[in-house]
């Protein structure tokens, strides 16, 4: 099954801010996101990508801007499945305000039973994510092979929930799991299960480029045991 490349958003004008832009409309990028935004073509370079699937908010489709404009083949693909948990009134919020609020505490600790006030649960965001890399994964497998790689541009809860998912986490440990902007995620799906082939990655991803021999980071169909001899 497919391989999937997920990428966060660039640091935007929010993260600054120290704002939950949640989603709130007009949140681009700041000038450091923009500059993050500029190098993902390099970073990418020489990996294969049928379609980049991205979250609907600004900040998402800004730092895709420059990877499609470097691949004009690349078909972008809009899903609001994978856009951002809807914060509902603490949207917009500062976090150090939200610091105190009683379900913060929840947040943070049992993540499951968390629900926003006028938005949704954290429970409803998880599945619906997972429901749109389930159907993107057989999307682009039924149209491009079984060694596809594809590309979601999404945001930190969104990408964190996936990693939980694909790691048999409860939803109560996905704060456990970090994510920086424009940082690159990598879960190949097999058919037996999901492996965890990047975390986070702020840096160079050229071991996830194919080689001829058709290896390369992620490109394993079974654990490795004793962990396997890494990147050529």
Same mark, same amino acid.
């Given at each position: 099954?497919?391989?999937?490349?997920?990428?966060?958003?660039? $640091?935007?004008?929010?993260?600054?801010?120290?704002?939950?832009?949640?989603?709130?409309?007009?949140?681009? @990028?700041?000038?450091?996101?923009?500059?993050?935004?500029?190098?993902?073509?390099?970073?990418?370079?020489?990996?294969?990508?049928?379609?980049?699937?991205?979250?609907? @908010?600004?900040?998402?489709?800004?730092?895709?801007?420059?990877?499609?404009?470097? $691949?004009?083949?690349?078909?972008?693909?809009?899903?609001?499945?994978?856009?951002?948990?809807?914060?509902?009134?603490?949207?917009? $919020?500062?976090?150090?305000?939200?610091?105190?609020?009683?379900?913060?505490?929840?947040?943070?600790?049992?993540?499951?039973?968390?629900?926003?006030?006028?938005?949704?649960? /954290?429970?409803? /965001?998880?599945?619906?994510?997972?429901?749109?890399?389930?159907?993107?994964?057989?999307?682009?497998?039924?149209?491009?092979?079984?060694?596809?790689?594809?590309?979601?541009?999404?945001?930190?809860?969104?990408?964190?929930?996936?990693?939980?998912?694909?790691?048999? /986490?409860?939803?109560?440990?996905?704060?456990? &799991?970090?994510?920086?902007?424009?940082?690159?995620?990598?879960?190949?799906?097999?058919?037996?299960?999901?492996?965890?082939?990047?975390?986070?990655?702020?840096?160079?991803?050229?071991?996830?480029?194919?080689?001829?021999?058709?290896?390369?980071?992620?490109?394993?169909?079974?654990?490795? &045991?004793?962990?396997?001899?890494?990147?050529?």
């Amino acid at each position: 099954m497919p391989t999937l490349i997920l990428v966060r958003h660039g $640091r935007s004008t929010a993260n600054t801010a120290g704002v939950l832009a949640g989603r709130t409309p007009a949140v681009a @990028l700041d000038e450091r996101g923009a500059a993050q935004a500029a190098a993902l073509p390099a970073r990418l370079a020489g990996i294969p990508l049928a379609v980049a699937v991205t979250s609907p @908010l600004q900040r998402c489709r800004e730092t895709l801007g420059p990877l499609v404009d470097a $691949r004009p083949g690349l078909r972008l693909e809009n899903d609001e499945r994978i856009t951002e948990c809807d914060y509902g009134d603490w949207s917009g $919020r500062k976090l150090g305000e939200l610091a105190d609020e009683p379900l913060m505490e929840v947040v943070q600790q049992h993540p499951s039973a968390a629900a926003f006030p006028g938005g949704e649960s /954290m429970r409803e /965001m998880q599945a619906r994510a997972v429901a749109a890399v389930r159907d993107w994964n057989a999307r682009v497998e039924e149209t491009s092979g079984a060694e596809v790689t594809y590309l979601m541009c999404s945001h930190g809860d969104i990408i964190k929930s996936l990693v939980a998912d694909a790691l048999g /986490m409860h939803l109560d440990l996905f704060q456990r &799991i970090s994510v920086e902007p424009c940082s690159v995620t990598v879960i190949r799906y097999t058919r037996l299960r999901p492996y965890l082939v990047r975390l986070g990655d702020t840096g160079d991803l050229a071991s996830l480029v194919p080689r001829e021999d058709g290896g390369g980071a992620g490109s394993e169909r079974d654990a490795a &045991i004793g962990g396997g001899a890494g990147a050529a």
